[in-house]
């Protein structure tokens, strides 16, 4: 179908109705997106980037109307669950420090979004090749195969979390 703004719809409005999809399938859907070569191919099938921490893929939603959405930051559902979900267990960490942040992201978390991409000894990386034990029953991790998450500054963290948890910006503290 013919191309439109209209059709662009943030993942975690899916999970709401009339959607109420689940989260696990929006990640599932995303996760397609990442082989097949559809990962950044800049084609109109493919899950690429259209802007800072913005990312695309269109899906078929069957007795939708209309049945194709782009869908925006699929992975967030998935990600959030993990952060909800009654078995998560959660490390916060501030970090305060003279190195440069993108270093310490770089080779603690791990700076890049593909896992495997990512420094050898980072959490991300570690956790991709199985130096890090996950949950065997989830393949996913989170629709990216991530288990942890840097924020680059306080109002990046706090802009997260507004998106990720729909919080207000009067629900945060600065």
Request: charged share 25%; proline share 7%.
């Amino acid at each position: 179908m013919a191309y439109s703004r209209d059709l662009i719809i943030p993942a975690l409005d899916l999970i709401k109705a009339p959607y109420r999809m689940a989260p696990l399938t929006l990640a599932e859907l995303w996760e397609n997106g990442r082989g097949g070569g559809l990962f950044h191919n800049e084609r109109w099938n493919g899950l690429n980037k259209i802007g800072y921490q913005k990312s695309v893929f269109p899906i078929e939603i069957p007795h939708a109307e209309p049945p194709v959405r782009i869908v925006l930051n699929g992975f967030i559902p998935g990600y959030r669950q993990l952060f909800v979900d009654e078995s998560a267990r959660l490390v916060a960490l501030h970090v305060s420090t003279i190195e440069p942040w993108r270093r310490i992201r770089d080779s603690v978390v791990g700076g890049d979004s593909d896992p495997l991409a990512c420094e050898k000894g980072s959490i991300r990386r570690d956790a991709a090749e199985g130096r890090i034990p996950l949950d065997p029953k989830d393949n996913l991790v989170n629709g990216q195969r991530n288990v942890c998450h840097s924020s680059a500054t306080l109002l990046d963290g706090m802009r997260e979390l507004s998106i990720w948890f729909d919080y207000h910006d009067d629900q945060t503290v600065l």
